[in-house]
């Protein structure tokens, strides 16, 4: 009885902004009522009062022709500017923008003055190269600054950036050069990665081989000193052309509209899309979220958000929402366990961090590591924590509010998507009475429905679909070279309204739950990984007849890839000689074709899939067998018997 009270309070616990936080917030409700009160007024006064416009706009939002959104469009802005020169000439050139921690423990702290002279000299070798308004560059580096002032040269010029994790494997960066017909790629040696050098030059030398052509220039950073080679006439080192330049870089302004950058991911169906972002809304957006929903004081505060530029939380949250805003921030190169598990702790000690941005799935990391390896380290300076990529378990908040926050200061839960450029949906500190585990409510200026599949209002328990009902301005502007997917995938369901591929239930107070991806996408470790996109991995193996994958719920990652692979006739002997170096193979195989983070937890072997009498393999059997549950509902399987089997030989 006490344990069903005690899980009955904790479902409703409440957390109050204390008095001394609320004080000090630079949120105030009156944004709310703002935004409510005229909504585009809202947006247009951000977009005025966070922005430097070297052309002012008169028109907020056109739209006209959806689901193709303009804002601001009249309008002319320079990023780069936004994020740099404008602070320096405001007299801020001291601040540091970035202190960087490089994994080895080799560090660098840059002010806003020397990353403006630095992307001044990238501007100037980009051009050089002949780089223009409107092409694309694909950046293949490890976290380092240069990462940073890659994106942001890139930006400066008007050209259009194409960032591809570093983890991601020479077929998966090829696709992205050939969809995007990238012209110059800005890489590395190599990084640092768990105590090794991880190479990367020689992936793109992979990658431009097996591509169609586009690349014609290669930029490299000296990093790690490992053996590359560079192709005479192609391929230039970063520090003897951009070492080199001159620092002087007159920016000129391009239309808010003007594509910022694309960022793949994964979707439905085998094919990652390029997600393409705008300028002027994009950076309003990111700016307005990073200021309030991180109570961004930027005289005194320092800002560690964890995520790889490789990912939209790093677009958004490492590179354009805190350099918009004049943040001062960390950049960490490397893994949290290196060279000890109390890496993470060691830096926020150092660096006085006072508001850090990660994931649920390295605070559950943490959590399983036991609070003694924080404890050694004092994280005083936090007074603000933030989270996102997946819904954050009660506990893990709990234990991020207490262990790591000590006991009283605020976590917010991000909810987005690469797709919102921004974030959508979070409580504001300092205003918001903190509920765990739930996202909470939309920004000001957002509107979220949350519908049935037939597009009528859900309200309760069971809950339905997620929709932005009304254009934002971080929204994404299309697919690269694709509108027609564009329409089909986010605009076809509920005609104006976004569908964002979540569940989601409102509860009694109007607070959102999320409820997790309602199409083929898996969520590991907080990042998206199509099922579609893994199984044509596994089918172009010689080995592999069929495949099927799932997302299993994971302790630690949240989801888990989990793959039922029928062998081709030929190579019944192999499998039943041996199962386990066979599902090895596989295993390794999707982390070459795709990248590390595809790599499935297991691969089985089996001799059947269930499938419907159309033929359509029912995953939803599959996963209650990787979660160890009761198989559910089979009747319409062709065959019934058929899970049967599988169960056996899975075991
Ligand atoms: C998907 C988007 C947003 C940057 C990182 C991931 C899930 C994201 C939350 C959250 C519950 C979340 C959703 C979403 N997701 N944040 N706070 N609570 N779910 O970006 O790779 O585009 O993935 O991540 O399922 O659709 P992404």
Known sequence: MTVQIDHALEEIRRFRPSPEFAAQSVADPAL?????????????????????????????????????????????????????????????????????????????????????????????????????????????????????????????????????????????????????????????DGGYRKGRVFPLKPTVDEAIGKSAGSVENVLVVQRTGNDITLEPGRDEWWHDTVGAAASEHEATAFEAEHPLFILYTSGTTGKPKGVVHSSGGYLTQVAFTHKYVFDLHPETDVYWCTADVGWVTGHSYVVYGPLANGATQVLYEGTPDTPHPGRWWEIVEKYKVSILYTAPTAIRSFMKLGRQIPHEFNLRSLRLLGSVGEPINPEAWIWYRHVIGGGSIPVVDTWWQTETGAIMISALPGITDLKPGSAQVPIPGISIDILSDDGTPVEGEGGGLLVVSEPWPSMLRGIWGDPERFKETYWEKFGDKYFAGDGARRDEDGDIWLLGRVDDVMNVSGHRLSTAEIESSLVAHPWTAEAAVVGASDETTGQAVVAFVILKASQADVASADVAAASEELRKHVATQIGAIARPRQVFIVNELPKTRSGKIMRRLLRDLAEGRQIGDTTTLADTSIMQIISEQVK
Not at 60 to 89: I, K, M, Q, Y
């Open 32 to 188: 709310y009522e703002a935004a409510n009160a005229d909504r585009l007024g809202f947006w247009a006064d951000q977009a005025r009062e966070l922005l430097t416009w070297h052309k002012p706009f008169t028109r907020t939002l056109d739209w006209s022709n959806p689901p193709f959104a303009r804002w601001f469009d009249d309008g002319e802005l320079n990023v780069a500017v936004n994020c740099l020169d404008r602070h320096v000439a405001a007299g801020l050139g001291d601040r540091v923008a970035i202190h960087f921690e490089g994994e080895p423990g080799d560090s660098r702290d840059i002010t806003y003055a020397e990353l403006t002279d630095e992307v001044k000299r990238a501007a100037n070798v980009l051009e050089g190269l002949g780089v223009g308004t409107g092409d694309r560059v694909a950046i293949y580096l490890p976290m380092i600054p240069e990462a940073v002032v890659a994106m942001l040269a890139v930006a400066r010029i008007g050209a259009i950036h194409s960032v591809v994790f570093g983890g991601f494997s020479s077929d998966s960066l090829a696709s992205r050069i050939d969809d995007a017909e990238a012209k110059l790629v800005i890489t590395a």
